[in-house]
């Protein structure tokens, strides 16, 4: 399978020194690079020899990888341009990567830092590999964008990577749970069960009859669930936030119109909407200086 190495390049407001400080030493590196929880530099014999180290990338709790590193050489141009080799790999079988190699590169502009990287990398499993990197090669291409994005917000405004990532995965977060919520609504009670409380609340609330309450609760359970789906587009995602900020006292009160007894149930509809309600402006908060990989070119010259 033909596979193309993995390009990301930013611009940062800032001089080529304090890029190269931010991303060559290892206690900053780790802070800003999602794609490794530590890094640590093994003590060098000579000035000579190459810089070796190690890293770890905690996947979830008591379950990470480890690998090493080594940086090949440092080259510096007439015209300011430094660029910087990198052979890296791991021989822990639960990373797809096996090893691989790459660089990054600092080009002047005035005031300011194109940084980028290409790096490429042979995968483990053969052919079962190949075809999961199809997957894989994304999200870590991925991963590299959104990490140059922080380091880019972190150099031009100081805003720490931990706050920025706290802000980036909790907003997430938010969108996957009113997804879910989304889907949950739309195809359990209504489209699998046709709970009799949301045909009866349809009722109290239009001339429907039995038959045709029925068949509209499944049409709303359908549109529920396309809201659901919706949730998981990112470029919608603030638009659906608004919709349901408004949305949300509307079905609480209507609701409560149709059934005045769903109030007083356990694990009412009240408590739901208005929980979800404030969850939504919470995310609408979040999403104010949210670090994305769309800032990030993917091809060379593009």
Not at 19 to 45: A, C, G, M
Not at 211 to 231: C, D, H, R, V, Y
Request: proline share 6%; charged share 20%.
């Amino acid at each position: 399978m033909k596979k193309k190495p993995i390009y990301v390049e930013t611009v940062i407001d800032s001089s080529i020194e304090e890029v190269w400080h931010y991303t060559q030493q290892p206690d900053l590196h780790e802070q800003w690079d999602l794609r490794f929880t530590s890094i640590t530099y093994n003590k060098k014999r000579h000035e000579d020899v190459s810089q070796t180290f190690t890293y770890t990338t905690k996947i979830m709790p008591c379950l990470s990888v480890s690998g090493w590193g080594e940086s090949k050489g440092t080259h510096e141009k007439a015209s300011g341009v430094k660029t910087s080799s990198l052979h890296f790999g791991t021989p822990q079988r639960i990373s797809p990567i096996k090893e691989g190699r790459g660089y990054w590169q600092y080009i002047p502009n005035g005031d300011r830092v194109t940084f980028l990287t290409q790096y490429d990398y042979d995968v483990r499993f053969g052919q079962f590999g190949q075809v999961f990197d199809q997957l894989f090669r994304p999200v870590i291409g991925w991963a590299t964008a959104l990490s140059f994005n922080v380091l880019a917000r972190w150099i031009e405004a100081g805003e720490k990577p931990a706050t920025q990532y706290r802000r980036f995965f909790s907003y997430y977060l938010l969108c996957f749970l009113f997804s879910f919520t989304w889907l949950y609504q739309g195809f359990i009670p209504k489209v699998l069960m046709k709970h009799p409380l949301e045909i009866d609340m349809l009722m109290n609330l239009s001339p429907l009859s039995l038959g045709q309450a029925s068949t509209a609760i499944i049409a709303l359970g359908i549109l529920e669930m396309i809201i659901g789906i919706l949730f998981l587009v990112p470029k919608l995602q603030p638009l659906l936030l608004k919709a349901q900020i408004m949305l949300f006292p509307l079905l609480t009160l209507s609701a409560i119109i149709a059934a005045p007894s769903v109030a007083t149930a356990p694990f009412n509809v009240v408590t739901l909407n208005i929980g979800l309600w404030i969850a939504s402006i919470i995310a609408i908060l979040l999403t104010k200086e949210l670090p994305t990989a769309r800032f990030c070119k993917r091809k060379r010259g593009a």
